[in-house]
């Protein structure tokens, strides 16, 4: 640990930055970040999970079925539901797994979306995209409020607002055996030194271990 970094009064990109350059000056290692993340993107795979899981505890879409907190097959499915900034087509799916088709405001008879066909389809956005906890983890909205067709309560991604990062895993277990072998303590307390913390690395259905947050 060669810097003298003084997080009080810094922002998490002054503390990121300081933590990466110090992990390289000091190291000798280039840790990664993942920055594929975009409004839409976060949306995207916010509903699917809303869709088919919902495992926020305190958050329901504003349009569910009777007893259950995912949204509602009825809502999901309708031709007059508008939806915001995502598109029902990468979602809906006929019996035919195909894009359904839209005759005026109802669906065209034999091109109606299915409900089996359209929950294998978003199971395949949250595998494909690389979700944790194969596809199940919980996505944050990608909207301040959430919009149509989840419209619910749950809080936009720390990672749109700038104050949370996603670290190579393969490069942080290499940085941990580095800080192992100089018999320089812990990654989290490398992390504490630049006023950064992994708050969701023991979290009981959604762990990530590669996220980072600035502490208070
Ligand atoms: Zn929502
Ligand atoms: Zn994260």
Redesign the pocket.
């Known amino acids: 640990m060669t810097s003298s970094f003084d997080p009080k009064g810094k922002t998490f990109d002054q503390r990121l930055k300081a933590f990466l350059a110090d992990a390289k000056s000091t190291y000798l290692l280039t840790i990664g970040q993942d920055n594929g993340r975009t409004i839409a993107w976060q949306q995207k795979h ?2 699917a999970h ?1 869709f088919l899981y919902n495992s926020y505890k305190s958050t329901k ?1 504003s349009k569910v079925s009777t007893g259950k907190r995912t949204i509602s097959w009825e809502h999901f499915s309708s031709p007059t539901t508008v939806w915001n900034t995502i598109k029902a087509s990468d979602f809906l799916r006929t019996k035919a797994n195909a894009a359904p088709i839209k005759q005026g405001s109802k669906w065209k008879v034999g091109f109606e979306p299915d409900q089996a066909a359209t929950e294998k389809q978003a199971k395949f956005l949250q595998t494909s995209a690389g979700i944790g906890n194969n596809g199940k983890a919980m996505v944050s ?1 990608g909207l301040k409020p ?1 919009g149509e067709p ?3 309560g ?1 809080g936009r991604s720390k990672h749109l607002d700038g104050v949370a990062a996603d670290l190579n895993s393969g490069h942080l277990t290499q940085l941990k055996t580095k800080l192992t072998v100089a018999k320089a303590g812990t990654l989290d307390e490398y992390l504490k030194k630049f006023g950064l913390h992994r708050p969701l690395l023991n979290h009981p259905s959604s762990p990530e271990k590669w996220h980072v947050e600035a502490t208070t």
């Open positions: 916010h509903v809303m879409p909205s959430c989840c419209k619910c749950a």
